[in-house]
């Protein structure tokens, strides 16, 4: 496999001779104000050469960079208003296919019905780093998707193309540990999206013990950036709790006497990839590492948020009829006071109650695709987990009691059974939930719970 560096190197001396050819000289774009992108992207797709086409492209992202936001966010609406398919070629194409739809009219309709701004993105990527451009690129569209015209069909050009670009083949499975380049590790605590990494010391105790994983998928275009990773604990058994997992005063265990392999944190680290799905993907590999290395591994569960839950009941509690009785909501406005978490004759009561009422949020809560309405939920059903265990209390940071009341849920991964509950999830939405989970719900005709 070529080097990365010396790929990088290659195209960026292929850059240098093009910016002779086509009139810029190196630095053109750091030390000028950004001029006529627009006008420079129109050049990029009239057919140049290769060494001037990747001279443009460096030219554009270094002009783009360098802008300031006003200008950058009328750069993107530029390229989602202009750069869209030409629309005489379009119809001409259709005119032909109508006419006589055979294979190769068929072919000229799809080359005509895609937006230039797709092959413009394809261009750009050609310059040294143009990948990560793009990626930042994106991102920033993300954030101002509101104000720019055209959005979403640009948005899908970038979607669709990073899909190939960052499709499974492309990814570089890592193991992060205490060793790995402290400019990475800086990047891991930045990213963690689950549990806050608070500094370097919470860190080593989530890397360095000898019963504590962590792996990351990188992308050879973007050598120091994680695109998503995975924290992992090795366990005698099912945690209940975060807090078990991090606790400073734990005693870590041999790796010999784990059973169990506990993933408690993902955290996608790139915004401008986001809706590229890397996660499930991760999850497999990791199992599949894990197993190599250590065969007396027999569980392979999450220690999951329930990000949507105080959302949901909240709705819940302010409807006339729903799924709480009269009762439950009584019972439930001791949620409203501070420190309720702390009282050990309220969480006596609420506990249980808790427990009850999410097994109704999980298993009968459904959007209008008749999927759960839990995005964590979503991601493990639809890769074949099975909805284990609600675990009260298991939460009890400041995040952690806003987006769930403390709620913590163990989807459990049985190597079995993934392919079959992926299937059942995928054709009819239904949900594999243990025996035990099954029981809090009342069942009803209709609802998607399946028993596993």
């Known amino acids: 496999m070529m080097d990365g560096s ?7 001396t292929i850059a240098d001779r093009g910016r ?5 000289s190196r630095g053109d774009g750091a030390d000028s104000p950004p001029q006529d992108l627009i006008g420079l992207c129109d050049a990029l797709l009239s057919g140049r050469g290769e060494a001037s086409g990747v001279a443009l492209a460096q030219e554009i992202l270094t002009r783009y960079a360098a802008a300031d936001g006003a200008e950058r966010q009328r750069f993107l609406a530029a390229l989602a208003e202009r750069f869209g398919p030409d629309r005489k070629r379009l119809e001409q ?24 701004r797709q092959e413009l993105i394809r261009r750009l990527n050609l310059a040294p780093g143009g990948t990560h451009s793009l990626v930042r690129m994106r991102e920033e569209a993300l954030r101002h998707a509101a104000s720019i015209p055209g959005f979403d069909a640009m948005d899908a050009d970038f979607a669709h193309l990073f899909s190939s670009w960052f499709n499974r083949g492309f990814l570089v499975l890592r193991r992060i540990d205490w060793s790995t380049p402290a400019n990475i590790l800086h990047k891991i605590i930045r990213y963690e999206a689950v549990h806050a990494i608070h500094d370097w010391e919470d860190l080593r105790r989530r890397l360095e013990p000898p019963d504590r994983r962590c792996f990351a998928f990188f992308h050879p275009q973007l050598v120091d950036e994680p ?19 991090l606790s400073e005063d734990r005693k870590p265990m ?8 506990i993933f408690y944190s993902i955290s996608n680290c790139q915004d401008g990839l986001r809706g ?37 009941l909240a709705k819940e509690r302010a409807k006339e009829s729903g799924m709480l009785s009269a009762e439950e909501k009584a019972r439930l406005t001791a949620l409203d006071s501070d420190g309720w978490h702390r009282d050990p004759a309220v969480v006596e009561t609420m506990s249980p109650l808790l427990q009850s009422v999410a097994a109704r949020y999980f298993l009968k809560a459904q959007g209008a695709n008749r999927r759960p309405v839990d995005p964590v939920a979503r991601f493990h059903l639809g890769n074949g987990a099975r909805l284990e265990r609600i675990n009260p209390m298991a939460d009890l940071s400041a995040k952690g009691l806003k987006q769930s009341h403390g709620v913590m849920v163990n989807y459990l991964y049985d190597l079995r059974h993934i392919e079959r509950n992926h299937e059942s999830f995928a054709e009819g939405g239904k949900v594999a939930a243990s025996t035990a989970l099954h029981k809090l719900v009342k069942s009803e005709t209709g609802t998607a719970v399946a028993v596993a």
Request: aromatic content about 8%; charged content about 15%; hydrophobic content about 50%.
């Open 20 to 24: 002779a050819l086509v009139g810029l």
């Open 227 to 245: 695109l998503i990773f995975v924290e992992i604990a090795l366990t005698d058994g099912i945690a209940s709790s975060i807090a078990e997992l």
């Open 276 to 312: 590229i799905s890397f996660g499930n993907f991760l999850l497999k590999q990791v199992v599949q590492e894990l197993s190599r290395e250590l065969p007396g591994l027999t569980n392979f569960v999450t220690l999951s948020p329930a990000p949507g839950f105080a959302g949901w």
């Open 6 to 12: 010396f790929f990088g190197d290659l195209l960026q």
């Open 254 to 261: 041999p790796t010999a006497q784990a059973t169990t392999a």
């Open 93 to 116: 194409a259709i005119a032909a296919w109508t006419a006589d739809p055979d294979d190769r009219r068929a072919i000229d309709l799809h080359v005509a019905a895609e937006p230039r």
